[in-house]
């Protein structure tokens, strides 16, 4: 038997089930003390509650390879949040307990989030874990815990809170599975961050049954209950990759560039230990989101010149701010839209009166980071350009800011300059556009999303993207081509990159580069070893010439 979901990390993984309830805590509504004592008690769990996030943000820290323990600082904020503090105090006028208060308390704030879309409604699963943490505190009743979990755990549930999935033995828990959630679900962040494989969004747990042995495919989104011999085998084979310091070629001679996706520094780290090729996404974003104020000058030029001295010999791509749309930024009045995904974002926002100033201080900072002791290794690519004019424009902005650090007499070297092909757009434009840049590189999240029309957020469709549809590995082989033609290498930094499955169909057709998740490098190194460069481009055209999702999965298989 299989349940179809969402799969979260390029991994697959085989365990025993481990089914998680949340608990169900016993309220007493009506006091028998007074209003100030139960006060009291409230102000005495929040004490508490927070030195228990502060001690869940650095456990987090410390198992990821990111910021995930921001997570935890977040709820910090809605723990203190005046609105919520002030009805749990009117809610305790009204008579009742602490406990309940703190339930009435929160429910319309999670109502409000529940009714938004994208990562706002994610948010209301963080106050449903800081009301819980009240609770537990206030009636003195333990939460249901995954500290205490057997050996090769799949953890299965409704729901996991960010509590949750820190509190897991990352050295027992082979894989996560969970009813609801998304591709930016907390648990999600979180099980991709701690390289977890996780299937969420299944819709049901029906016929996942304690103790079982199941197969969680997070390249595939599927849960395969009770799987053969043959399936473990090929779990068991992507989960003895070794690290591989050095460049890796086909066999017949074939040389691919590994490396890897990373968000911040621990990232980086993460990345070189593992074996990277340098970096060939480095998610800017996320130094702007969760901050009053954006990041200065000198922070942007000391993450990235962080980042090239980590890899002295190696490319690093810094991606500009992919910021607006889905990831909302505090200090930015942006207008919501219906659908953030063809909205304001990436480099739209870049050239608008709102993001210019921030992009203008991170553009300086690169190219002040190109000047460093190994910034010839850097490149800079612009994520959704859509159109020759907007790709134009920032060339002319970069030169606009150099004659400024002229001015200023700041050291600065132009770095290699590249985008994102994302859109259909970009891809009919590819030759145009590569006359222009040193590199493409194909994010295929976006490019199956805007190409297939379906929504990366909504599981209503995720049977739809899949990169694997002949539309958009013809999008793909066409945007290589026209990169070739013009003299401009292209690489991919999409979740399809990181795939050991899909490397020799990558290999034929024809990239000079896949970026991904650290953890799968060494998986996706050892393949390209076995891999045979005039072989693969056969399969690959093959591939290139059937016209349905099902033919290529057989023609693949």
Same mark, same amino acid.
């Given at each position: 038997?299989?349940?179809?979901?969402?799969?979260?990390?390029?991994?697959?993984?085989?365990g025993?089930?481990?089914?998680?309830e949340?608990?169900?805590?016993?309220?007493?509504?009506?006091?028998?003390?007074?209003?100030?004592?139960?006060?009291?008690?409230?102000?005495s769990?929040?004490?508490?509650?927070?030195?228990?996030?502060?001690?869940?943000?650095?456990?987090?820290g410390?198992?990821?390879?990111?910021?995930?323990?921001?997570i935890?600082?977040?709820?910090i904020?809605?723990?203190?949040?005046?609105?919520?503090?002030?009805?749990?105090?009117?809610?305790? #006028?009204?008579?009742?307990?602490?406990?309940?208060?703190?339930?009435?308390?929160f429910?319309?704030?999670?109502?409000?989030?529940?009714?938004?879309?994208?990562?706002?409604?994610?948010?209301?699963?963080?106050?449903?874990?800081?009301?819980?943490?009240?609770?537990?505190?206030?009636?003195?009743?333990?939460?249901?815990?995954?500290?205490?979990?057997?050996?090769?755990?799949?953890?299965?549930?409704?729901?996991?809170?960010p509590?949750?999935?820190?509190?897991?033995?990352?050295?027992?828990?082979?894989?996560?599975?969970? *009813?609801?959630?998304?591709?930016?679900?907390?648990?999600?962040?979180?099980?991709?961050?701690?390289?977890?494989?996780?299937?969420?969004?299944?819709?049901?747990? #029906?016929?996942?049954?304690?103790g079982?042995?199941?197969?969680?495919?997070?390249?595939?989104?599927?849960?395969?209950?009770?799987?053969?011999?043959?399936?473990l085998?090929?779990?068991?084979?992507s989960?003895?990759?070794?690290?591989?310091?050095?460049?890796? *070629?086909?066999?017949?001679?074939?040389?691919?560039?590994?490396a890897?996706?990373?968000?911040?520094?621990?990232?980086?780290?993460?990345?070189?230990?593992?074996?990277?090729?340098?970096?060939?996404?480095?998610?800017?974003?996320?130094?702007?989101?969760?901050?009053?104020?954006?990041p200065?000058? #000198?922070?942007?030029?000391?993450?990235?010149?962080?980042?090239?001295?980590?890899?002295?010999?190696?490319?690093?791509?810094?991606?500009?701010?992919?910021?607006?749309?889905?990831?909302?930024?505090?200090?930015?009045?942006?207008?919501?839209?219906?659908?953030?995904?063809?909205?304001?974002?990436?480099?739209? =926002?870049?050239?608008?009166?709102?993001?210019?100033?921030?992009?203008?201080?991170?553009?300086?900072?690169?190219?002040?980071?190109? *000047?460093?002791?190994?910034? %010839?290794?850097?490149?800079?690519?612009?994520?959704m350009? %859509? /159109?020759?004019?907007?790709?134009d %424009?920032?060339?002319?902005?970069?030169?606009?800011?150099?004659?400024?650090?002229?001015?200023? #007499?700041?050291?600065?070297?132009?770095?290699?300059?590249?985008?994102?092909?994302?859109?259909? /757009?970009?891809?009919?434009?590819?030759?145009?556009l590569?006359?222009?840049a040193?590199?493409? @590189?194909?994010?295929?999240?976006?490019l199956?999303?805007?190409?297939?029309?379906?929504?990366?957020?909504?599981?209503?469709? *995720?049977?739809l993207?899949?990169?694997?549809?002949?539309?958009v =590995?013809?999008?793909?082989?066409?945007?290589?081509?026209?990169?070739?033609?013009?003299?401009?290498?292209?690489?991919?930094?999409g979740?399809?990159?990181?795939?050991?499955?899909?490397?020799e169909?990558?290999?034929?057709?024809?990239?000079?580069?896949?970026?991904?998740s %650290?953890?799968?490098?060494?998986g996706?190194?050892?393949?390209?070893k076995?891999?045979?460069?005039?072989?693969?481009?056969?399969?690959?055209?093959?591939?290139?010439?059937?016209? @349905?999702?099902?033919?290529v999965?057989?023609?693949?298989?």
């Amino acid at each position: 038997m299989e349940i179809e979901g969402t799969g979260i990390t390029q991994q697959k993984a085989s365990g025993k089930i481990v089914r998680h309830e949340e608990t169900d805590f016993s309220i007493e509504e009506k006091s028998d003390k007074t209003a100030e004592d139960e006060k009291e008690r409230f102000e005495s769990a929040k004490e508490e509650a927070r030195s228990q996030l502060e001690e869940a943000a650095e456990k987090t820290g410390e198992k990821s390879e990111g910021d995930e323990g921001d997570i935890f600082k977040a709820q910090i904020q809605f723990l203190e949040d005046p609105q919520i503090t002030s009805g749990i105090e009117d809610n305790i #006028e009204e008579g009742i307990t602490a406990e309940a208060a703190v339930r009435k308390g929160f429910e319309d704030p999670i109502s409000q989030l529940e009714s938004q879309e994208g990562r706002m409604k994610e948010r209301a699963d963080d106050l449903r874990d800081v009301r819980d943490r009240l609770i537990s505190i206030l009636v003195g009743e333990e939460r249901t815990n995954l500290s205490d979990i057997p050996d090769e755990a799949v953890i299965v549930a409704e729901n996991l809170k960010p509590s949750d999935t820190s509190e897991m033995d990352r050295s027992k828990v082979e894989g996560l599975v969970t *009813a609801k959630g998304s591709r930016t679900s907390h648990v999600a962040i979180l099980s991709k961050s701690m390289g977890i494989p996780a299937v969420v969004g299944t819709g049901t747990l #029906e016929g996942l049954k304690e103790g079982e042995e199941v197969l969680v495919d997070g390249e595939n989104g599927n849960v395969v209950v009770d799987p053969s011999e043959e399936q473990l085998k090929q779990v068991k084979k992507s989960e003895k990759a070794e690290v591989i310091r050095e460049r890796v *070629a086909t066999g017949d001679g074939k040389k691919i560039e590994v490396a890897a996706n990373v968000a911040n520094h621990e990232e980086v780290k993460q990345a070189a230990e593992k074996g990277a090729d340098g970096i060939g996404l480095y998610r800017t974003e996320f130094m702007f989101l969760d901050r009053e104020q954006p990041p200065t000058e #000198e922070e942007h030029y000391e993450n990235y010149v962080d980042a090239l001295d980590q890899f002295p010999d190696d490319r690093v791509i810094v991606r500009t701010m992919d910021i607006g749309g889905d990831k909302p930024v505090p200090y930015l009045d942006l207008e919501e839209t219906d659908n953030p995904f063809l909205g304001k974002r990436g480099i739209r =926002l870049a050239f608008d009166s709102e993001g210019e100033e921030l992009f203008d201080t991170q553009m300086k900072a690169l190219l002040r980071a190109a *000047a460093s002791e190994n910034g %010839s290794n850097l490149g800079v690519m612009f994520p959704m350009v %859509s /159109s020759v004019e907007e790709f134009d %424009s920032a060339l002319e902005k970069v030169e606009e800011l150099e004659q400024e650090l002229e001015e200023e #007499e700041k050291d600065y070297a132009r770095p290699e300059l590249g985008l994102m092909v994302e859109t259909p /757009s970009t891809v009919q434009m590819a030759g145009e556009l590569a006359e222009r840049a040193d590199f493409l @590189s194909i994010g295929t999240n976006d490019l199956t999303q805007y190409t297939m029309a379906a929504s990366r957020t909504d599981s209503e469709v *995720a049977e739809l993207q899949n990169p694997l549809y002949p539309s958009v =590995l013809r999008s793909i082989k066409q945007t290589v081509e026209k990169g070739r033609e013009n003299d401009a290498w292209v690489g991919m930094c999409g979740e399809m990159a990181g795939n050991p499955q899909l490397t020799e169909l990558l290999v034929g057709l024809g990239l000079d580069e896949l970026s991904m998740s %650290s953890g799968v490098v060494p998986g996706v190194k050892s393949e390209i070893k076995e891999i045979e460069q005039e072989k693969s481009s056969s399969k690959a055209e093959e591939v290139l010439q059937v016209s @349905s999702i099902e033919e290529v999965k057989d023609l693949l298989d």
